[in-house]
């Protein structure tokens, strides 16, 4: 049997500079535009890369695989990503773990999760 690993986590998009580079800011990663602005990485030192592929209509409604974000203050981490143009979608909550759903320019969803007393 082969042991698969994560090399990149693929979002289709209108504009995927613009939203390459807009979660470039929030993961610290560096955007590389692979085919003129139709195919761009955000490549991260911790983890798989975030891909972004230019598509004239991305699937509609809730996206099927979403990201766990995790933050040492997911307060802090949602206000500045709301500030830059993500949108609320839920918080949630159960015995000590509660985490915000959040979508990004284009839709989206991502959650940013915290343990309590985390």
Do not use: Y
Not at 102 to 118: E, K, M, S, T, V
């Amino acid at each position: 049997m082969t042991t698969l690993s994560v090399g990149m986590i693929t979002f289709d998009t209108t504009d995927a500079v613009s939203l390459a580079t807009w979660w470039a800011r929030h993961v610290g990663g560096t955007v590389r535009d692979e085919a003129d602005g139709w195919f761009v990485t955000v490549d991260r030192p911790d983890g798989p890369a975030l891909a972004f592929q230019k598509v004239a209509d991305p699937t509609p409604g809730k996206n099927r695989v979403h990201l766990d974000m995790h933050a040492q203050d997911r307060e802090t981490a949602v206000r500045a990503l709301l500030a830059d143009g993500a949108s609320l979608v839920a918080q949630q909550q159960m015995p000590g773990f509660r985490w915000t759903v959040l979508a990004d320019p284009d839709g989206n969803q991502f959650c940013i999760a915290q343990a309590d007393g985390a």
